[in-house]
């Protein structure tokens, strides 16, 4: 209350800094002229005293009067406070490097802001890949008991097919695959469905294809993924995926059963086949030999798998 009395600035930041630099650009600019005045006056010292007064009148370095070496070099010495005041001050002193790395400063925080930017996106997605996979999985706990069977006829060297055709004619084997699939979901890729003369009774569809336009038998349910397949086959407790070659290469990860009828022969004009299974993943817990007959071009054995 009773202390000395602070004089407070009301000047912001900025306009204290406008005012520091006006400042001390008037104090340069000051002393630049009192150089050039003393510049002169001391010029002409050197040449009175040299050419009136006779000062040093015989010391002529080079045969020159003595009086132009100090005038030339002072005058160099002006020069270059002259330039120090008007050229580097102005645009190259503090106030430009202050500026440039502004500048700077600002061109990494657009990028910083950028890559904020970039970072919350993939964020976004992870959380939603995250939130997609717990669905999955939640789906999965639902129908814990669910059995994604694959139904093939493979020969011993894999074959399934030629030119959208079976190769063989095993009767039993069409009356074993009625019996295994009737009343459920049968999963197929759009080739195998259009292998077929018309949809098999008793059955619900469900064909895979990337046409988003494919336009198929009413009843029929078409899909564009396997995973998407499996998902409206989520009521059906077995639901089989019968191929083709396509579609049984990526449906090994993702079924537990296989119900394989090996045909014993090898076919080397077919083009589809079977992928090689890896028998340290799957367990087979059945196997029954059937010889050829009159109904059975070739002999052949039902085997079934289990997932280890
Ligand atoms: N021996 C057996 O047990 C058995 C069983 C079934 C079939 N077969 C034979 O297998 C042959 C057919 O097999 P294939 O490999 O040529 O064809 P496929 O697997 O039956 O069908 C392939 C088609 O499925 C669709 N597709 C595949 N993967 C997809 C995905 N991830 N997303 C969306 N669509 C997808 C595509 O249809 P779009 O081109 O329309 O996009 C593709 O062209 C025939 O010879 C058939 O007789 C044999």
């Known amino acids: 209350m009773f202390g000395k009395k602070t004089t407070k600035s009301t000047l912001d930041k900025e306009q204290l800094e406008l005012f520091q630099h006006a400042q001390s650009r008037v104090r340069q600019k000051k002393r630049l002229y009192l150089h050039f005045i003393l510049f002169l006056i001391g010029a002409v010292l050197f040449i009175v005293a040299n050419l009136l007064f006779n000062v040093g009148k015989d010391f002529r370095p080079f045969g020159i009067d003595w009086f132009v070496f100090p005038v030339v070099i002072w005058f160099l010495l002006l020069t270059y406070h002259f330039v120090n005041v008007f050229i580097t001050h102005t645009f190259m002193g503090k106030a430009w490097e202050q500026e440039q ?7 990494q925080e657009q990028r910083i802001e950028k890559l ?14 995250q939130a997609y ?20 006829a493979a020969g011993e060297d894999n074959a399934i097919g030629k030119n959208n055709e079976l190769i ?31 949809p098999l009774p008793n059955r619900t569809h469900i064909v895979i294809t990337k046409q988003s336009n494919y336009s198929s038998p009413k009843d029929v349910i078409t899909v564009h993924s396997l995973e998407d397949a499996l998902d409206a086959a989520r009521e059906d407790k077995q ?25 014993h022969a090898t076919f080397e004009n077919a083009d589809t086949f079977f992928p090689e299974l890896n028998l340290d993943q799957w367990e087979e817990i059945a196997n029954s030999y059937h010889e050829k007959n009159e109904d059975n071009n070739y002999a052949f054995s039902f085997i079934t798998y289990t997932k280890k």
Not at 135 to 149: G, I, M, N, R, Y
Not at 173 to 198: N, Q, V, Y
Not at 245 to 260: D, H, M, P, R
Request: hydrophobic residues 35%; glycine residues 6%; contains cysteine.
């Open 239 to 263: 639901p089989f995926i019968i191929g083709g070659g396509e579609i049984y290469k990526q449906a090994l990860s993702l079924a537990n059963k296989i119900e394989i009828t090996r045909v």
């Open 168 to 198: 063989w004619h095993l009767s039993d084997d069409l009356k074993r695959f009625k019996e295994l699939t009737s009343g459920h979901c049968i999963i197929m890729g759009r080739k195998t469905f259009e292998s077929f003369p018309k």
């Open 116 to 129: 904020k930017q970039h970072l919350s996106k993939e964020e976004n997605i992870q959380a939603q890949s």
């Open 133 to 152: 996979s717990e669905s999955l999985a939640e789906k999965k706990k639902k129908s814990p008991k669910q059995e994604v069977t694959i139904i093939v």
């Open 101 to 107: 790395l502004d500048k700077l400063v600002a061109k």
